[in-house]
């Protein structure tokens, strides 16, 4: 992004703030506050499509030094940690009631106890109201809102699938909200020279955020889960015993 031969990139810089401002703008619209909500329902791997959403988001930071869009990231975030329909942590060990039966070869104690559980930081596919047509769909989960299609079960590959596509950009919006949280971890980016200037971004995330991050519970401040957890979906949620 700031390599000296990229030549002119004001416009590459413009398009990535187009595209985080459309995200955030459909953000503000939920009341759950994920950057994604398509009206034809959700898709295989809802989770990985929030996190490329965010990355987008979180750019968009790194280049304008513009500090709603670190708010709207931890926000994105909140989502991924409980903060929605559910009340489910989607990664593993984090959270009161967090994904821990996902479908996956290496760790699938649940199905073979020879071989381990999910590790701490697993993300589970997430939320599909869209069946598969090569894939088993859950008769559990027709006609739910989109939302709340979902089940913590080893058997639910369309829903509770862990995979590398994100499971890596998990991983790196984790440490964009560790480094914007650390004054001299980032440097502004000046569009009119394509090279790093002095001084950084002094752009810290609300205490709130933080606290909001951290929190092993849903805030206070979110709307009461569609379905409380476990209560429509036989096996659907849980952890570890």
Sequence with gaps: MVAND?????????????????????QRQQPWGQPYAPIEGWDWGSNGRILNNLVVIAVAHLLSGVSGYADAVATGMDYLLGRNGLGQSYITGYGTDYSCHQRTRQFGHDLDPTLPAPPRGALA?????????DF???SRLLGLPPQCCYLDEPTSEVTNDVCIRWNAPLVWI??????????????????RNPELVEGSWHIRLRPRRLLRLRRR???????????????????GSGRSG
């Design 136 to 138: 088993p769909y859950d």
């Design 125 to 133: 596919g997430g939320a599909n109201s869209r069946p598969s047509p």
């Design 6 to 26: 990229v030549g002119d990139n004001t416009q590459a810089i413009e398009s990535v703030e187009r595209g985080a401002d459309r995200l955030v703008e459909l």
């Design 217 to 235: 519970t849903s805030p206070a401040d979110a709307p009461a889960p569609l379905l409380p957890p476990g209560s429509a979906l036989p096996g």
């Design 174 to 191: 984790a440490t964009y909200l560790n480094t914007v949280n650390d004054d001299d971890a980032t440097e502004p980016f000046d569009r």
